[in-house]
């Protein structure tokens, strides 16, 4: 064998396919916005992506004329996200998110019984009061639904083999202590999130219009920290989740 061949074979990264990922996103957009890029990469290899948006973002507008608008608005845009992605999308529909046990039933038994080996969720000290709640109530949820039978677990236990937070425009790592960070490479899925998310979220662009420069920002700054264009960074939580599955 030549060296050349060597060095691609030494370069190449070995990658564990999940078969089902489950992202929870506290409004629609934040599954674009903080892990889009993951999201298209792991579909492209195979997992099934499911996505739990735990409000309808009533929040999600800059001119008072345009509330009476937003909630049919935030509907079409996550059918066109369905549809887009072809993946499954599980709509909540709370309009608050507060953390209180039928929160943390819902989340227990929805991992119950999707057994994603994979879960994405946004972290405990999130600004935002629907992230950080939501990132809460899941991190209980994980750990009934690994330990415990409460909610009705009895023989229904299911322990994912990866858990992450991911970053978000309320909650940036550079501000969160944490030794341990892992980039996913998303340099070939940059351009598709981006395309993705000015395309179907056309409702935010006005709210959002420096978020959207944050991730493009961000994903240039993560991309540099492992050699390549674009990254997502996430933080693995191994409290109740042994971290088996390396995200790369």
Known sequence: MENNDLNTVDNEIPIVVPNRILVFAGHPDDEIISCGGTIIKYQALGSQIIIVVATIGLGGYAKNEEEAKIESRRKQELDMIRAVLNCKIIELGYSELSVDRDHVLEITNLIREIKPQVILLPHYSDFHRVHR??????????????????????GRNWTPLGAYYYESPSCKFQYIDSSVFITVDIEKQWEKKRELFNRVYKSQSEVLERVVEWAEDTAILR?????????????????????????V
């Open 223 to 247: 991309g540099n920290e492992i050699n390549s264009q674009y990254g997502e960074a996430y933080i693995p939580d191994t409290t109740y989740t042994p971290l088996k599955i390396l995200l």
């Open 133 to 154: 709640n939501l990132s809460l109530i899941t991190k209980e949820a994980i750990y009934h639904s690994s330990t415990g039978k409460a909610y009705g677990g009895s």
